[in-house]
């Protein structure tokens, strides 16, 4: 598996990564079975695997816990680099709170190194922006935490330019995280919140010219992009179905767009999760394409996508699949 280098992290990145969503427990992910999470975690550290990406969101707690004890188990804790959040608390009545303030970061990542057994994590990500309190008091507590050796990297998932270009007035911000799939490549949305930043027209500039690493999430759409979409519904439990873009007209939608993918996978002899994979591989600006994966034969399939490139044919045949799909949405379709 290749890897990439960036200039603000010492690192050599593994291509695809590991996404750990779907580890969040059987009562968030309806295809979540412990012991093949932890096989799947195993299997990746043995293909080389080395960017595993979680939060305490994910299962409340629950992904963190199993990646940790999995780590712990396999020795390999060194190896690997590590990436988790802050900032989205989970309220008991399964309401969320954003707080970015010193109090609560320091709560959380004590919280984090202990489910995650570890003493650091190598990028602590801002989960999302906090309008409640200064970026200077959170800036300030992440340097304070890197001084003490609990993280290694600072990073920011979901801000807008303007908002990490006045954190980068306080300290360096190594990466950056944003919604970026094959479909969506300038969102508006996640889930009911509202998106600050446009990938392509902000984040990938602003990417390039600080030397950040860009991680993006949701690769594969919840698993839109993948040959399994329609043989898998999400159960009553599974926090995917709240994502009103998976219903009604947009759906429709997103089937018809589905069906010219699948075509065009089985021409290629490739899968739509692969293309989808290999289509983020080619992004100068994407670091490693954190793709979850709920059991080894999904994971396996998944890096297959470093074994061949999309040519500039069938490139230009995906955008316009993809610009059709843009217009008939009103989503913003851009190519960089």
Same mark, same amino acid.
């Given at each position: 598996?290749?890897t ?29 079975d ?132 006045r ?11 944003? &919604?970026?799939? =094959? ?6 949305? %996640?889930?009911?919140? $509202?998106?600050?930043? *446009?990938?392509? +027209? !902000? ?12 991680f ?26 709240d ?17 010219? &993918?699948?075509? =065009? ?6 899968? %739509?999760?692969q293309? $989808?994979?290999?289509? *983020?591989?080619? +992004? !100068? ?9 709920s ?18 044919d069938e ?18 379709f851009?190519?960089?």
């Open positions: 598996m290749f990439k280098n960036v200039f603000s992290i010492d690192y050599d990145f593994s291509a695809i990564g590991l996404g750990c969503r779907s580890f969040s427990g059987k009562h968030y992910w309806s295809t979540y412990e012991a093949g999470s932890i096989q799947t975690i195993n299997t990746a550290l043995g293909c080389g695997v080395n960017v595993f990406d979680v939060s305490p969101t994910y299962g409340n707690g629950h992904a963190e816990s199993l990646l940790g004890k999995t780590l712990y188990a396999s020795k390999k804790r060194g190896s690997v680099f590590l990436i988790t959040k802050c900032g989205i608390i989970l309220e008991k009545n399964n309401k969320i709170r954003i707080d970015l303030s010193r109090e609560s970061i320091l709560k959380s990542i004590d919280e984090s190194l202990k489910r995650l057994k570890t003493t650091y994590v190598d990028l602590y990500s801002c989960h999302f922006p906090d309008p409640n309190t200064d970026i200077e008091e959170t800036m300030e507590t992440l340097v304070f935490l890197k001084k003490l050796g609990k993280i290694r990297y600072i990073g920011f998932t979901n801000f807008s330019e303007s908002e990490t270009r954190a980068l007035r306080v300290a360096k911000v190594n990466a950056v995280q944003g &919604l970026y799939n =094959l479909i969506e490549r300038n969102p508006r949305y %996640v889930y009911n919140s $509202a998106l600050s930043y *446009l990938v392509e +027209k !902000d984040l990938f500039p602003l990417c390039r010219e600080e030397s950040m690493a860009f993006p999430y949701s690769p594969l759409f919840h698993g839109v992009l993948t040959d399994n979409y329609r043989r898998h519904l999400y159960g009553n439990t599974d926090i995917r179905k994502d009103p873009k998976l219903s009604n007209e947009r759906l429709r939608a997103y089937l018809s767009l589905l069906e010219k &993918l699948e075509a =065009l996978a089985k021409e290629l002899g490739k899968t %739509v999760s293309i $989808a994979i290999n289509f *983020l591989i080619q +992004k !100068d600006t994407v670091t490693s394409v954190l793709a979850g994966a059991n080894p034969s999904q994971l396996i399939s998944n890096l297959h996508a470093v074994n061949f490139m999309l040519g500039p490139l230009d045949l995906i955008d316009k699949y993809v610009r059709e799909f843009s217009l008939s949405t009103g989503d913003i851009q190519t960089v």
